[in-house]
């Protein structure tokens, strides 16, 4: 199957940091990929979705100027959060999709603390 | 209302039991249908599709009631390995997915 992967898999910083994560479809090209953020013991909630050479598309709630996707490529989308506060401490993951209504193929997810 | 809703569990069930899930969805102009599991501080793994015409795979049997606005996922002979959350997604022709919440299993020995 797709394989994608996300890095860094885990990041611990301080607040007022930004910290980029990357997540690449290894094997695929990617027209679409998603990022997700999931709180303990709650769903994915979709942030944004993110077309390879085009401005992400934000779902409402998420800051777009906090919260920065660029998707350069068609295997490669980052996300960048911008001054992390505590409170964007989260599960991040990241999915991908060759259009359409086709299944998603989610990354490890990356594990964000801020202290 | 949620778009998508689940089950709220948890289930708790001894090996070799059949368990089933319900998910309903509340827009109609919805096109496809998956069950992902996920496991504890893992992300989502595709589990199946879901058909009109109802899928099987192996123990697992999905189905979907487009009139009623529902999918099931039935897990025959459960095995302890198969204690995991399991996430009801339902993409609009758009390509949006939503999630539901999740319904927990925990298989018993």
């Known amino acids: 199957g797709a394989v994608v992967s996300q890095h860094p898999s885990r990041v611990i910083c301080k607040s007022g940091t930004s910290v980029k994560i990357e997540c690449r479809s290894l094997?695929?090209?990617?027209?679409?990929m998603f990022w997700y953020r999931q709180f303990p013991k709650q769903s994915l909630m979709l942030m944004a979705t993110?077309?390879?050479?085009?401005?992400?598309?934000?779902e409402q709630g998420v800051e777009k100027d906090k919260f920065l996707i660029n998707h350069a490529s068609l295997t490669l989308s980052t996300l960048t959060v911008t001054s992390a506060h505590p409170e964007d401490s989260s599960f991040y993951i990241c999915?991908?999709?060759?259009?359409?209504?086709?299944?998603?193929?989610f990354g490890p997810g990356t594990r964000l603390l801020v202290l | 209302r949620k778009e998508v809703e689940q089950d709220p569990g948890p289930f708790n069930v001894p090996e070799g039991a059949t368990v089933a899930f319900n998910c309903t969805y509340s827009n109609s102009a919805s096109q496809s249908f998956f069950w992902y599991r996920q496991d504890c501080r893992k992300e989502p793994k595709l589990l199946m599709s879901v058909y009109s015409s109802g899928n099987e795979d192996g123990r697992f049997t999905a189905q979907l009631n487009r009139a009623s606005q529902y999918i099931s996922l039935l897990i025959r002979d459960s095995k302890l390995s198969d204690s995991a959350t399991y996430l009801c997604?339902?993409?609009?022709?758009?390509?949006?997915?939503?999630f539901g919440d999740g319904t927990t299993l925990t298989v018993k020995p």
């Open positions: 993110s077309n390879e050479g085009s401005k992400a598309t934000y």
């Open positions: 094997d695929f090209q990617a027209t679409t």
């Open positions: 999915s991908a999709t060759t259009g359409g209504m086709e299944t998603q193929y």
């Open positions: 997604v339902v993409n609009t022709n758009a390509g949006k997915s939503t």
